[in-house]
């Protein structure tokens, strides 16, 4: 198992971003959270799979219709002790 922290930039507020993500990440069996930040962009952490990680960042970086997505930075982070995917 393995954790990912995303920065997502752009027009993604707003936009139901944090409910898709929560969607998307749970199809994907990851465990973690998504919320906005006050500057208007959108972090999220996940834990699972190395493969499920890579999908759901690439989902990220198209988001949901009304989304503009301009950048998602992807660090490597600590695996949680997590049991679901939710919105913070």
């Known amino acids: 198992m393995s ?3 995303f ?4 027009k993604v507020q707003g936009v139901f971003y ?3 993500a929560c969607e998307e990440a749970r199809r994907l ?3 973690g959270w998504v919320r906005n930040l ?3 962009s ?6 699972g799979a190395i493969e499920d990680l890579e999908q759901f960042a690439q989902w990220l970086r198209e988001g949901p219709r009304q989304a503009r997505v301009t950048d998602v930075i ?8 997590l049991s679901d995917f939710r919105v913070r």
């Open 74 to 81: 992807v660090t490597k982070a600590e695996v949680d002790d």
């Open 38 to 40: 006050p500057d208007g």
């Open 3 to 5: 954790a990912k922290d």
């Open 42 to 47: 959108v972090q999220a952490y996940a834990c």
């Open 7 to 10: 920065r997502v930039f752009g």
């Open 18 to 20: 944090r409910g898709s």
């Open 29 to 31: 069996g990851l465990v």
